[in-house]
């Protein structure tokens, strides 16, 4: 499975292997989503190869003062 990632500066994707998909399916559906892994390069596309995943409420007291503001284009 396969998850993009989008803001205002790009997209990235996120490689989820089934296993993997199975442990944290229930954090993926959050509308935040803190997922750590391996940088994969290949065939000239950068991925990301999920290795945990953790859905965050907002505001979470151990991200708050670490995440930037997000624009408004408004």
């Known amino acids: ?3 993009t990632l989008e803001d ?3 997209h990235i994707t996120l490689v989820v292997w089934p296993v993997v998909y199975q ?4 954090e993926l559906v959050s509308p ?4 750590t892994g391996t ?4 065939e000239g596309s950068i991925s990301i190869v ?7 409420s907002w505001p979470d007291h151990e991200l708050t003062g ?3 503001a997000s624009r408004d284009f408004r």
């Open 32 to 35: 935040l989503v803190l997922a």
């Open 8 to 10: 205002e500066t790009g």
């Open 39 to 42: 940088v994969s390069r290949r």
């Open 23 to 26: 442990r944290y399916k229930h």
């Open 50 to 56: 999920v290795a945990t995943a953790r859905g965050l």
């Open 66 to 68: 670490a995440l930037p």
């Open 1 to 3: 499975m396969s998850i």
